[in-house]
């Protein structure tokens, strides 16, 4: 499919935004979850496909139940969870259930693929207000991308300190924000970044873009997922045991957000068919710059 051929509709179903071009369902964004509590109620992408057909994500693994195809959540903020599961506590050195895990609700879309979130702690205390911003597109032959782009409003009174792991004293486990988990047969899967780096070594080092290639179960196919994000971003990125790729919002030290301030941040995820080369990634991140991430901004925070 050409780019000129690529016309993306997205259905509202009520509970999903549904989008689908060629005859094949892209994704569906879950905006009303069903979910139990302690998996961090949230929206999320699941089933997310290539142009053939091939779903390139994962839903609620038996490993990490809260894990949730693609989805935008934060492991540590002023000792609340909504990332779901057990908090790394850094006087325990382990992961601890506690009551902490929060929820994000959808309120509204304002706009078709503009959404409104409010983000609320398990004891109900509302602290940040999200306008949430979705498109689909075409990315060249064999491909397509989503552009998210998100601003969070700090709400509570005080101030929000965004961590993760890492910066509560387990290394290498900085994620936070834009989380994917690839499908299981993705496991030892190639990973290739910017600057003519790669592999699981890129756990924790800056880069613009990195991406991963898997192969599918079942058709003798692989898809490559490409990620964009602002430059000197750190990624979280496994191949072993499982897929999973993140530019982080807090890898290795926490972000502050004072009250009343704005956290934006904007990414693309390609999702394209095949296998995808250094210099075909090289190419279209070149051709293909992410923008700003305050470009369409309207609170003039």
Same mark, same amino acid.
């Given at each position: 499919?050409? #780019? #000129? ?30 979910? %139990? ?5 949230? %929206? ?49 050195? !382990?992961? +601890? #259930?506690? =009551? ?8 509204? &879309?304002?706009? %078709? ?27 060249? =032959?064999?491909?397509?991308?989503? #552009? ?9 009174? !005080? ?19 834009? &989380? ?30 990195? @991406? ?17 994000? *602002? ?5 979280? +990125? ?12 807090? &890898?290795? *030290?926490?972000? *502050? ?21 250094? *210099?075909?990634?090289?190419?279209? +991140?070149?051709?293909? %710059?992410?923008? =700003?991430?305050? @470009? ?6």
């Amino acid at each position: 499919m050409s #780019d #000129d051929d690529f016309a993306p509709v997205m259905k509202d179903t009520g509970t999903e935004l549904v989008a689908e071009a060629g005859g094949v369902e892209l994704m569906r964004y879950v905006y009303r979850p069903r979910m %139990p509590a302690f998996e961090g109620p949230k %929206p999320y992408v699941h089933p997310l496909r290539t142009l053939a057909g091939d779903v390139v994500s994962c839903y609620r693994p038996h490993d990490h139940r809260w894990h949730k195809g693609l989805q935008m959540t934060v492991s540590h903020l002023s000792g609340q969870n909504f990332w779901g599961g057990g908090s790394f506590v850094r006087e325990r050195k !382990e992961y +601890v #259930d506690l =009551p902490n895990v929060g929820t994000m609700r959808h309120e509204e &879309f304002t706009a %078709p693929g503009r959404e409104r979130l409010t983000w609320h702690t398990q004891a109900g205390e509302h602290w940040v207000d999200e306008l949430r911003e979705l498109s689909v597109g075409a990315a060249g =032959p064999g491909a397509w991308a989503l #552009d998210f782009a998100t601003a969070m409003t700090n709400v509570r009174g !005080e101030p929000l300190l965004f961590g993760s792991p890492t910066t509560h004293g387990r290394p290498l486990a900085g994620y936070s924000g834009l &989380f994917w988990r690839g499908p299981r047969a993705f496991t030892g899967g190639r990973v290739t970044a910017e600057g003519g780096r790669g592999g699981p070594e890129m756990m924790g080092e800056a880069a613009s873009w990195l @991406a991963y290639t898997g192969r599918h179960d079942e058709v003798d196919r692989a898809s490559t997922l490409l990620f964009l994000a *602002e430059p000197g971003t750190a990624w979280f +990125v496994r191949t072993e045991p499982f897929a999973a790729v993140n530019p982080s919002l807090a &890898f290795h *030290e926490e972000v *502050e957000l004072a009250p009343g301030a704005t956290l934006r941040r904007r990414y693309r995820v390609v999702v394209a068919d095949g296998v995808w080369d250094r *210099e075909r990634l090289a190419a279209y +991140v070149r051709d293909h %710059p992410l923008g =700003p991430a305050d @470009a369409d901004a309207e609170d003039g925070s």
